[in-house]
């Protein structure tokens, strides 16, 4: 999915960066992101992601199925965008 949507961005000219990481990861990296896209396979938990990033001024966003299960880098680079509001 991260490679699709940096694929997305170069194509559209939008300077993102995208980088993969799994839950674990996250406390390492929070003070680093901007937007946190999790799967639809963890959709339970994006309550307590919101909560564990609301003090980092972080967005979370579930993908939606349809995005995820085609690896559609097109549609999630416009869910980041509109994060951004």
């Known amino acids: 999915m991260a490679a699709a949507i940096r ?3 170069k194509k559209r000219k939008v300077e993102v ?4 990481a799994s839950e674990s ?7 680093e992101i ?3 896209l999790i799967g639809p396979h963890l959709s339970y938990m ?3 992601l919101q909560e564990q990033t609301k003090d980092k001024n972080v967005k979370a966003a579930v993908i ?3 995005v995820y299960g ?7 680079l416009d869910l980041i965008l509109k994060m951004e509001d």
């Open 17 to 20: 960066t995208v980088k993969a």
């Open 34 to 36: 901007d937007y946190l």
């Open 25 to 31: 990861q996250l406390d390492d990296r929070i003070n």
């Open 7 to 9: 694929k997305a961005a």
């Open 70 to 76: 085609t690896l559609n880098g097109e549609k999630a």
């Open 46 to 48: 994006l309550n307590d």
């Open 64 to 66: 939606p199925q349809a």
